[in-house]
């Protein structure tokens, strides 16, 4: 990591410390990623076996698993493993069921009642990466919301083979049905439908290139999303009394996640920095994901400025996918912070808690997106419509209001739904 003193920069030096990687973006990429789609839409089932045994070296043994399925694989993990899971399932029942939407129903005038409702979202597609582990948070972060909210079908994609603790939490979450196909084939699939995976109105969930690629492609056909994804991020705000030993932990625990993730930190002084920078060098050492985190290090930076208020300006204009605050009085500084996907304040909230079991969801906005889109909560899986209805009273002391209005735009057929029914109401 490289220190950079914030106040020695001109404005585009400081714009260039606050910028991401550069995300990969290539013909080559939305070529393959549009075949694969067409591919599946066209052959269904064949497609997701032939695709599979080519990314995946393998065809599943079936195309999907249901509920009875995975209870039984999910039954063989660890009791430990399994109290985990529960726990933190229980933790975010509690927060996510917290944000059950109130129906609002307002007279805007006498006689014109209008209303503001949620229903679930029927058809969910959750997805969740393979990889060197497996990742369980996932399919918790996804699957609970979606059951809370009430969406009838819930259904999962990931690639095989599928891990047991895949399994226990899918089934504990209350997925309807798994899938182990995945990459852009699994987004294809719930997308489209084929005749074994059903098809979806929205998917959600995080993956690589080909599936953030193919979640792209398939929302402008129809089949909305959650958010794209970029790589992970957080941004540490600290005083010079916070622990460097927990600084630089919470740096790393971002660091490992990918080659492609952003560790920032804006403290006060460049001696708490060096100090950071040793503890950071130490405790690499013993992380087995240790030359991920050095390489995402590599694109990462402290920046040293003048006061808290000043670090609460850095961090607006960087917009942090994960905020950490760990200074004397971290609340105190809450009312200034804005564009960031979730805060943690104070040196007992890493943002690993956040991501396992506080009971706060972990898909993020990231890249900056933070500015103007939200964490995934329960509203996410749920669709707002509006209600209007109006007495006849109610219609007639709003009646000119509306064909004014109307006439002014032209719209005659507009005008006339209203004085038809005006004249109908005077010949009763």
């Not at 609340?331 to 991501?355: H, N, Q, T, Y």
């Amino acid at each position: 990591m490289q220190t950079f003193v914030w106040n020695t920069q001109d404005p585009a030096q400081q714009r260039a410390l606050l910028a991401r990687a550069e995300q990969v973006q290539s013909q080559d990429l939305s070529k393959a990623v549009s075949e694969i789609l067409s591919q599946v839409k066209r052959q269904g089932d064949q497609a997701l076996i032939e695709l599979s045994q080519r990314f995946d070296g393998r065809a599943p043994e079936s195309l999907v698993m249901n509920s009875d399925q995975l209870a039984e694989q999910g039954a063989r993990i660890a009791l430990e493993l399994k109290q985990a899971i529960d726990a933190a399932i229980d933790n975010l029942e509690q927060f996510h069921r917290a944000q059950a939407f109130t129906t609002v129903k307002v007279e805007t005038q006498p006689g014109v009642f209008c209303e503001l409702r949620s229903e679930a979202i029927e058809r969910v597609g959750l997805y969740v990466p393979g990889g060197s582990a497996p990742l369980v948070s996932s399919v918790l972060m996804q699957a609970l919301p979606a059951r809370i909210a009430g969406c009838s079908v819930r259904v999962m994609a990931t690639p095989p083979p599928v891990n047991d603790a895949i399994c226990y939490a899918a089934w504990r979450c209350g997925v309807t049905a798994l899938y182990p196909i995945g990459g852009a084939q699994g987004v294809a699939a719930m997308a489209y439908g084929t005749d074994t995976v059903a098809k979806v109105d929205k998917i959600f969930g995080p993956g690589n290139r080909f599936v953030t690629e193919a979640k792209t492609q398939v929302s402008q056909q129809g089949c909305a999303i959650d958010m794209p994804a970029g790589p992970s991020e957080v941004l540490v705000i600290a005083d010079d009394d916070a622990s460097p030993a927990f600084v630089a932990a919470d740096l790393l625990s971002q660091a490992e996640h990918g080659e492609d993730s952003q560790a920032m930190l804006v403290c006060l002084s460049q001696g708490f920095a060096d100090t950071v920078l040793t503890e950071v060098e130490s405790q690499l050492a013993a992380l087995t994901r240790s030359e991920t985190a050095r390489t995402a290090l590599s694109q990462s930076r402290i920046l040293i400025c003048e006061n808290l208020d000043e670090a609460c300006e850095i961090s607006n204009a960087y917009g942090p996918e994960h905020l950490i605050v760990n200074t004397g009085n971290p609340r105190s500084l809450l009312p200034k912070l804005r564009a960031a996907g979730s805060i943690f304040l104070g040196p007992w909230s890493p943002e690993s808690v956040g991501d396992y079991a506080s009971g706060t969801n972990h898909v993020l906005p990231t890249y900056g997106a933070a500015r103007s889109a939200s964490s995934l909560s329960l509203a996410d899986f749920c669709r707002r419509y509006t209600v209007q209805e109006l007495t006849p009273k109610g219609l007639d002391n709003l009646a000119q209001i509306v064909m004014t209005l109307a006439e002014a735009e032209g719209l005659d057929a507009h005008r006339n739904a209203v004085a038809i029914r005006l004249q109908a109401g005077n010949a009763v």
